[in-house]
């Protein structure tokens, strides 16, 4: 686990080992974090903000692009753990790394585009400046399908704008987090801003997420049904929220479209990564 800028063990000293799913060997092992975890957790990041939310976007986006700079150098050692651990073909896994550093280039200079806007007002003398600010500490809970991209589609967006974050990764995938947020703190973000708990049993963590009051936003991409039980409990908090949920996609083909490249188009996008793919 990374809790303000190191890495740690649980509290409560246990660990879970991760598995190759091609051959149930065990290929390392990691903390076993749980609600006492997430709280240490969440108060670095809230901690962390304070500092973290007065940089400036350049140094917001400097960082970014640095961590872009490192992923790219160290895309083949990513792609190879991301095949051993998640089991996608190193192909698949190649083509993951290089669009998980595509979301940390793109953040790096969405970064710099936050801006606000001037409203007109009923008084000729008078107008509104809107401005945006980081709404605070970032609790974000990714799947195993993209065990890297899908966190740096969470956490590249959450640091431009001047957020913190803590991150839980999927059980299955730890490893892929935490050779990813190597990168990021390799980058130079400082301790605190970004933070992990692993957890074999993920529903302490997540009731953590969904209670504490220093959690201002949850990020969660996963099945359906868990998703309703994180937002229906971030709701009592009146957290913010975003969802990306399992499901099959309707797919319709017009009269007028070409059969069979509506066949091979639909084949594709179902078979992709195993079909586990949004």
């Known amino acids: 686990m990374l809790i303000n800028g190191e890495w740690t063990d649980a509290r409560s000293g246990s660990s879970f080992e991760v598995l190759n799913p091609a051959t149930g060997e065990s290929i390392g092992s ?7 975890d997430a709280l240490l957790a969440i108060a670095a ?27 790219v150098s160290r895309s083949d050692e990513l792609a190879q753990l991301m095949t051993v651990e998640q089991g996608k073909p190193l192909k698949a896994a190649k083509a ?13 200079e969405e970064a710099k585009r936050v801006v606000g806007e001037w409203l007109p007002s009923q008084r000729p003398d008078q107008r509104f400046l809107s401005v ?35 991150l839980k990764p999927a059980e299955a995938t730890p490893l892929c987090a935490k050779a990813t947020l190597d990168v990021l703190t390799d980058a130079g973000l400082p ?14 963590v997540g009731d953590i997420f969904t209670s504490d009051p220093r959690v201002a936003k949850l990020t969660f991409t996963g099945s359906t049904a868990v998703g309703r039980v ?36 639909a084949a594709a996008l179902k078979f992709l990564n195993a079909g586990q793919a949004c």
């Open 191 to 204: 301790h605190g801003v970004l933070n992990m708990v692993t957890t074999s049993n993920p529903a302490p």
């Open 132 to 166: 945006k600010v980081p709404v605070g500490v970032v609790a974000a809970i990714t799947p195993w399908n993209y065990p890297i991209s899908m966190l740096t589609r969470k956490i590249g967006p959450a640091l431009a704008a001047g957020c913190t974050v803590v």
């Open 230 to 265: 994180l937002a229906a409990k971030a709701a009592s908090n009146l957290q913010r929220v975003s969802v990306e949920l399992g499901g099959h996609a309707p797919f319709i083909v017009f009269p007028d479209a070409d059969p069979v490249h509506a066949a091979k188009g």
């Open 45 to 71: 990041a809230h901690d962390a903000f304070k500092s973290w939310s007065k940089t400036t976007a350049y140094e917001r986006s400097a960082v970014l692009y640095r961590a872009w700079e490192i992923m």
């Open 30 to 36: 990691v903390a076993d974090g749980g609600a006492e």
């Open 96 to 108: 993951e790394v290089k669009y998980a550093s595509d979301f940390l280039l793109w953040f790096a």
